[in-house]
């Protein structure tokens, strides 16, 4: 009988691996060759779709994957968003969505440390935030529509001194094909940073009902 392969050691581990090989090497060519970039860039984040996809197909869903895989979204995001904080002023704009990024997960992934994943939302009372954990096609197209967002914003920049709406401003009234990326994205981003902020609340309520049965469980 085969022996079974530990599910921290998966079959389509390689595909997480490269997407970390392929964002280290992206993030060494940002400023020099932003093309190449946005082209490994995406392509690792369609590895952790690939990574995803094949963890539920076989079977190999674990809590050390759903933890690394979100520690890789969250770094990648992260490193991006302070690039465009060096592009674009005011690079406050980047550097808050950076913290409301990593402070919503990281609430998330700490208070409610008991659940397998952080995606487990069925205490939530909010619609929107089961709606987009509970449905992969509407949360596949509000992550992409992030990152396509930050990377056509890169794409766009002529120089490291930019007004970032001016710059989206001037895009959206041409004719090109960054232009229609940037529309088609800014709405799907929208709704992801509503998700941020209804995620840091959801986990606030939890830890505030949690200290209340606390003090009521006192003799």
């Known amino acids: 009988m085969a022996k079974q392969r530990p599910v921290s050691l998966p079959l389509h581990s390689q595909y997480r691996y490269m997407r ?53 979204d969250r770094v990648s995001t992260a490193c991006l968003l302070v690039i465009l904080s060096q592009i674009y002023r005011p690079s406050l704009v980047f550097l808050s969505l950076l913290a409301l990024d990593i402070a919503s997960h990281w609430l998330q992934i700490t208070f409610l440390s008991g659940k397998a994943s952080h995606k487990d939302v069925k205490y939530s009372t909010s619609w929107l935030f089961r709606l987009y954990y509970g449905n992969r096609m509407f949360m596949g197209y509000c992550c992409v529509s992030c990152e396509v967002l930050y990377i056509t914003l890169l794409l766009i ?13 001037k895009s959206l009234m041409q004719i090109s094909p960054l232009s229609l990326l940037l529309a088609l994205s800014i709405n799907g981003w929208s709704i992801k940073q509503i998700i941020n902020v209804i995620q840091m609340k959801t986990v606030a309520d939890v830890c505030v009902l949690y200290e209340i049965e606390k003090q009521h469980k006192k003799p």
């Not at 963890?55 to 190999?60: C, L, V």
């Not at 920049?157 to 401003?169: C, D």
């Open 20 to 72: 970390v090989l392929l964002n280290c090497i992206a993030f060494s060519v940002c400023f020099s060759n932003k093309t190449l970039f946005s082209l490994l860039y995406f392509f690792s984040f369609c590895c952790d779709a690939v990574d995803g996809w094949c963890a539920r197909k076989f079977n190999q869903v674990s809590t050390f994957g759903a933890v690394l895989d979100m520690v890789t």
């Open 157 to 169: 920049a002529k120089n490291q001194t930019e007004y970032l709406t001016s710059v989206v401003v």
